[in-house]
């Protein structure tokens, strides 16, 4: 059982580049979320979706794009990165959502030159 | 902004001792969650509360919530260096399907 997969691990972009990050669950959770993680600011949550075909914006959702055509992928993509998405990005899943532990995945560390 | 605020940001004990953190909220909720990370790992579930429920334990855990004081905190009793680690509060709220972490406290204990 793999739980929470994240891919990359490591990933260096330049500014303006695109890119995705991968994200699959094999737990069958309906909900799932990005994180983004600083040193000192905890976790924020970029966006989330509580089953296929459903996203919404998290905290700080500006500059990210999501979507989920199957219960077991919510990919999250960068469209032109900027310098100040440099950061550790965590996906995680949970059963329903609301009330449910989160399942983490290991993160992928970006960063944008 | 993040709804829960850990206290203190660094703790620094010796083995066996008790460690004591706090998280603070702001707004009321539905559920609060505790979580640990090792360094360079993903969170992992430490222990759940619900808004109605005053104390929990799991092993060597302990969790309280004051929903009046709006806070709660995290007890590892006997603690051990293998608790090493930074640990993070979260809350949610009744209807808003979003979890919401706090800032973290870094727990080193040393044998």
């Known amino acids: 059982n793999a739980g929470v997969t994240q891919t990359p691990k490591f990933q260096v972009l330049k500014t303006g580049q695109s890119m995705t990050l991968q994200c699959a669950q094999d737990?069958?959770?309906?909900?799932m979320s990005w994180y983004r993680q600083d040193p000192g600011m905890g976790l924020r949550l970029i966006h989330y979706?509580?089953?296929?075909?459903?996203?919404d914006q998290g905290e700080v959702p500006n500059g990210y794009n999501v979507s989920r055509s199957t219960t077991e992928d919510f990919p999250l993509r960068l469209l032109s990165a900027a310098p100040s998405q440099t950061s550790v990005y965590f996906c995680?899943?949970?059963?329903?959502?609301?009330?449910?532990?989160?399942?983490f995945g290991s993160g992928t560390q970006l960063s944008v030159l | 902004s993040q709804q829960g605020e850990e206290d203190p940001q660094a703790l620094s004990i010796q083995e066996g001792e008790n460690a004591t953190m706090n998280c603070s909220y702001k707004?009321?909720?539905?559920?609060l969650q505790w979580y640990r990370q090792n360094s360079g790992r993903g969170l992992v579930h430490l222990i759940l509360?619900?808004?109605?429920?005053r104390e929990k334990h799991s092993g060597r855990l302990r969790v309280t919530l004051d929903t009046s004081k709006k806070s709660s905190s995290l007890l590892i009793t006997a603690s051990r260096a293998a608790d090493t680690a930074s640990y993070f509060c979260?809350?949610?709220?009744?209807?808003?399907?979003?979890?919401?972490f706090g800032a973290g406290t870094r727990l080193a204990v040393h044998p």
């Open positions: 995680a899943s949970s059963l329903t959502g609301e009330g449910e532990k989160l399942f």
């Open positions: 707004t009321s909720i539905n559920n």
């Open positions: 509360i619900r808004s109605n429920e």
């Open positions: 979706s509580v089953g296929a075909g459903i996203t």
């Open positions: 737990m069958n959770h309906e909900y």
């Open positions: 979260a809350t949610d709220r009744r209807g808003y399907n979003k979890l919401i």
